[in-house]
């Protein structure tokens, strides 16, 4: 459509300057140009996407195939992430921190998981509920997904918790986007928070290495 719009005012105008055009082999070009620009116009106007069969989720490179063996992926390395957690602290999900943290922290890795596979693709899944679903049944069944809710709702009536429920959704989505960003078998801030550890996240650690250097000036 864009060569249209181009091509077409172009041959008018050099038309009008030239008073005219000519005969012979420079005439033939030009309504050649002229020609196939209205007809790029009448396609472009008649199809505004190009003609592209496909749109939204039934577009073959992002097809539910494509984004169900990344929930499996993903779902494996949070899998092992609380088994981890629960050989070696014996439980995990007790404290309603913890269903915060696990709700904001999938919903972030999710995202940028999607984003650096899938480039802009990724808005087809972020928000939604059945990926995730997916991801947690296959975690934990039926447990996973209600951690998710409970953590969910907890940051709905964050003005209502007894702890700060907004400073724990940040270190989720860090935790999350790092996570995502390392790769998928370096998955491992759930663990650390369920079991109680530092985080360390980059920003932190960048904080950190701030505050020192003006410790010693």
Known sequence: MFYGLVSVPAIVVYAVVTDGIKGGREYDILMIIFWSGVLSFGIGFLWPDGGDKYSGNDRPDISRELKIKFCNEIGKSVHKQIR???????????DPREVVFFYAYLDQLV??????????TLRLITDDYDYKKHICDGVLPKRAWDYYTRGHGISELSDVADFDVEAILSMGRAAGWADANDGLH????????????????????????????????
């Open 84 to 94: 981890d957690t629960v050989e070696v602290k014996g439980q995990a999900f007790a």
């Open 111 to 120: 995202f940028s998981y999607f984003e650096y596979h899938l480039s802009d």
């Open 186 to 217: 370096k998955f491992y801030r759930l663990a650390k928070f369920l079991r109680g550890e530092d985080l360390l996240l980059a920003f932190e650690l960048d904080q950190a290495i701030k505050d020192k250097t003006a410790v010693i000036d």
